[in-house]
Antibody
Framework: QLQLQESGPGLVKPSETLSLTCTVS??????????WAWIRQPPGKGLEWIGS???????YYNPSLKSRVTISVDTSKNQFSLKLSSVTAADTAVYYC??????????????WGQGTMVTVSS | QSALTQPRSVSGSPGQSVTISCTGT?????????VSWYQQHPGKAPKLMIY???KRPSGVPDRFSGSKSGNTASLTISGLQAEDEADYYC??????????FGGGTKLTVL
């Protein structure tokens, strides 16, 4: 059964770079029908798609965050990662990684990690 | 792109039906049949309940159904149960591998 697990620092200082990794277990990140995504949720607020990556390295970002976001993939480790630069308190959120089914007959985020809380504070 | 519009809250009694709306534009909800719905209990990760407007993943009760008309999608939960109390989020494909979520709706089972 495929599982996703986020990891990374829970506290980041303002203006620094937030870095998280998602480890995929129970399946290959290199499957052709899937993209891999980062989604966040500020405390008490809704979900926001940050961006997605294909195993080949193709990336797609939320236009509102594009200037600060980098998503990368390491197929040898079955991992993908998020970097968000110049963070502020507004970036405080639970960060989820998720699998995105992407075919003509199925497009949705079907498997999610448990999420990791990241707080931006000095 | 802007977030999809959902009511902040809905409520219903056990056994009743409730419908949650999700309004977007012709660039997202109205332009693609790729609307999905997620259930989120407090402190938990979201769970996929409906995909491609009206399809249910394996294991999701058939009390949950989805539909779409124009730029508005809807999630209907029939035969409400206590465990259905949660936050519900819609999500739509917006083209060019971009996704947009709704602001979320809190469902209260009275």
């Amino acid at each position: 059964q495929l599982q996703l697990q986020e990891s990374g620092p829970g506290l980041v200082k303002p203006s620094e770079t937030l870095s998280l990794t998602c480890t995929v277990s129970g399946g290959s990140i290199s499957s052709s029908s899937y993209y891999w995504a980062w989604i966040r949720q500020p405390p008490g607020k809704g979900l926001e798609w940050i961006g997605s990556i294909y195993y080949s390295g193709s990336t797609y970002y939320n236009p509102s965050l594009k200037s600060r976001v980098t998503i990368s993939v390491d197929t040898s480790k079955n991992q993908f990662s998020l970097k968000l630069s110049s963070v502020t308190a507004a970036d405080t959120a639970v960060y989820y990684c998720a699998r995105c089914q992407y075919t003509t007959s199925w497009r949705a985020f079907d498997i999610w990690g448990q999420g990791t809380m990241v707080t931006v504070s000095s | 792109q802007s977030a999809l519009t959902q009511p902040r809250s809905v409520s219903g009694s056990p056994g009743q039906s409730v419908t949650i709306s999700c309004t977007g534009t012709s660039s997202d909800v109205g332009g693609y049949n790729y609307v999905s719905w997620y259930q989120q209990h407090p402190g938990k990760a979201p769970k996929l309940m409906i995909y491609d407007v009206d399809k249910r993943p394996s294991g999701v009760p058939d009390r949950f159904s989805g539909s779409k008309s124009g730029n508005t999608a809807s999630l209907t939960i029939s035969g409400l149960q206590a465990e259905d109390e949660a936050d519900y989020y819609c999500c739509s494909y917006a083209g060019s591998y971009i996704w947009v979520f709704g602001g979320g709706t809190k469902l209260t089972v009275l």
